[in-house]
């Protein structure tokens, strides 16, 4: 059976008078909302501002650490590669360290390295026990001359008196943040290690 269909017959949709179309709603916000939206994120910085500024304050001492510690690797690669023994300095007083081949073999260092660190950090150096001629290892850390450094020989090796850790302190009224870099076990080299102090230590 066939369907008939009358081709005359169109949908009609009720078009409304012209002029009374409905009002659609802006894609915009209104005055209100953009207030309360103000309102949460100023709720939620003031909120998370003491943790952000306790990440960046971490952020920055432990970013030294690890530039001095790539500047270890750094002086026992070129030890190895051009046979002389490197020192990587520090001097406390003044916030900074470098590496230089050592004065005796080589009187200028083209190649020699200089890093000033922020204000805001200092360095604590602690070396062997059995240094100093019978004083702790306490009272040489304090020592703020250039006799501070981590000898590397020509092997690539270090020194029996180079440091047993260099401490990288960075302290604020609400907290002290420590990264220590120090003498591996197999004491042929050095690794970071980073935590943060206890409020009864502070």
């Known amino acids: 059976m066939g369907r008939s269909f009358d081709h005359g017959h169109r949908e009609r949709r009720a078009v409304p008078p012209e002029g009374k179309r409905p009002a659609r709603r802006s894609g915009g916000f209104t005055l209100i909302e953009l207030i309360l ?113 981590i000898r590397f020989t020509p092997d690539g090796f270090l020194s029996p008196d180079s440091p047993q850790r260099i401490r990288f302190i960075q302290q604020t009224d609400t907290d002290t943040t420590e990264v220590v870099v120090r003498r591996a076990r197999h004491r042929l080299s050095y690794e970071m290690e980073t935590y943060e102090l206890p409020a009864a230590a502070r």
Do not use: C
């Open 37 to 149: 939206v103000l309102a949460v994120l100023a709720t939620v910085l003031a909120v998370a501002a003491p943790s952000l500024a306790r990440f960046f304050h971490g952020r920055k001492v432990e970013e030294e650490a690890r530039r001095f510690l790539a500047l270890t690797r750094y002086g026992q690669s070129r030890a190895v590669a051009e046979g002389l023994p490197m020192v990587l300095w520090m001097d406390l007083e003044n916030r900074r360290y470098g590496l230089q081949a050592e004065s005796t073999f080589l009187e200028e260092d083209p190649r020699a390295r200089l890093y000033e660190m922020d204000e805001s950090l200092r360095l604590e150096v602690e070396l062997p026990e059995n240094l100093g001629a019978g004083m702790p290892a306490g009272t040489i850390a304090l020592r703020t001359d250039r006799a501070l450094v």
